[in-house]
């Protein structure tokens, strides 16, 4: 069952694209967290999407905010994107799906993993979702204006 706005994130331990532990709980209580759910690294649209995120970087933690990507791509090809991209925030391997699946989110015409993005407040409340395989930038609009009405 996938969760809903109004529900508690669940936490989890993932490996960042520098093989360190992360820990969703680690940001309870301090920050919002814009967890972002794609399909694959140095895809089309994914590559949009992660330069949007980029691009919008210094606003986001200007509003208290923390990004973080999860795809099940592996932590070297993470590395390999974040550095080819300039990319500021961390992204998460998940290679066999489970928090992709805890979180519900579903494959977009039943082969592409779903693009989704969670805003969740600094309690670990979810206060926004927005599921968009196609819009790639308005993701990171959908957080920022999200956060800002908080």
């Not at 933690?61 to 390999?80: N, Q």
């Not at 991209?85 to 992709?100: G, M, N, T, V």
């Not at 979180?103 to 407040?121: A, F, M």
């Amino acid at each position: 069952m996938a969760l809903q706005i109004g529900d508690k994130a669940i936490d989890f331990t993932l490996l960042n694209q520098d093989a360190e532990q992360v820990n969703l709980s680690d940001y309870r209580d301090k920050k919002w967290v814009v967890l972002y759910f794609y399909p694959k690294d140095n895809t089309y649209g994914c590559t949009r999407e992660a330069c949007s995120f980029r691009d919008s970087y210094e606003d986001f933690t200007d509003s208290g905010a923390e990004v973080i990507g999860i795809s099940s791509d592996d932590v070297k090809s993470h590395k390999s994107f974040t550095e080819k991209h300039h990319l500021p925030f961390q992204l998460l391997s998940d290679e066999k799906a489970h928090i992709r699946k805890q979180y519900g989110v579903s494959k977009s015409l039943g082969l592409l993993p779903g693009r989704v993005t969670y805003i969740i407040d600094p309690k670990g409340t979810i206060r926004h979702i927005f599921n968009s395989q196609l819009n790639f930038n308005k993701h990171a609009a959908e957080a920022l204006k999200t956060i800002a009405e908080y």
